[in-house]
């Protein structure tokens, strides 16, 4: 009940082309959801958030989509650039605890 | 700049050899903690802190151990115990369980078995 599930674990998009990454979860007590990105040899950078009382949040080309009741959420990058291949990380995390639950991660490549 | 520093960026542990990992944070964070990156694989909580002297085990504690003396520090010792040690290791911290902490990482240390 504590899994976050990612998919594809892979994903080749052409430059301009949009990139979706989906995510889906079991406990309704999650309630904050990141988006992390991970270039090779770094640490992850939160990239964006969403609380479940909103079905959508948009920053620049990235919009992550919520849906509460089907328990999925999901990023989507809009005019994918090469500069945005990296590994993306969903997760979620319980306020008032200290556990984050990740995905397994999506490699993105995008093609010049 | 604030920001969480670890050190170092590599390093080659021996057969029966314990290690030590550094993270230090100057962001006042209360929260620090270590996750364990293996290739294909999500990030795996080895050992969190809210405060100081004060820690918990994680999904995966076997094999390492950690302290906390100190509010910006939080060094993780891979122990002889770690079989299999080979993973990049993450520090992370935030200000803690409130409605809108955020969780920031350090940039790592690739930990290979000689």
């Known amino acids: 009940q504590q899994q976050v599930k990612q998919s594809p674990q892979s994903l080749i998009v052409q430059k301009g082309g949009i990139s979706i990454i989906n995510c889906a979860y079991e406990?309704?007590?999650?309630?904050?959801f990141p988006w992390y990105q991970q270039f090779p040899g770094k640490g992850p950078a939160l990239l964006i958030a969403i609380r479940p009382d909103v079905s959508e949040k948009k920053e620049g080309r990235f919009t992550i989509s919520f849906n509460k009741s089907a328990k999925q959420f999901s990023l989507h990058i809009m005019d994918s650039q090469p500069g945005d291949s990296a590994t993306y990380f969903c997760a979620a995390y319980f306020s008032g605890t200290y556990k984050y639950i990740f995905g397994t991660g999506t490699r993105l490549k995008v093609l010049a | 700049d604030g920001g969480i520093t670890q050190s170092p960026k590599y390093l080659f542990r021996k057969e029966g050899q314990n290690v030590t990992l550094s993270c230090e944070q100057n962001l006042n964070h209360d929260a620090m903690y270590w996750y364990r990156q293996d290739p294909g694989q999500g990030l795996r909580l080895i050992y969190y802190s809210q405060i100081v002297n004060d820690f918990q085990k994680g999904d995966i504690a076997e094999g390492y151990s950690v302290s906390r003396e100190k509010k910006e520090s939080f060094p993780l010792t891979v122990t002889s115990a770690q079989k299999n040690p080979t993973a990049f290791y993450l520090c992370?911290?935030?200000?803690?369980?409130?409605?809108?902490?955020?969780?920031?990482f350090g940039s790592g240390t690739q930990l290979s078995v000689l």
């Open positions: 992370a911290s935030s200000t803690g369980p409130a409605t809108n902490e955020k969780l920031l």
């Open positions: 406990n309704t007590a999650f309630d904050y």
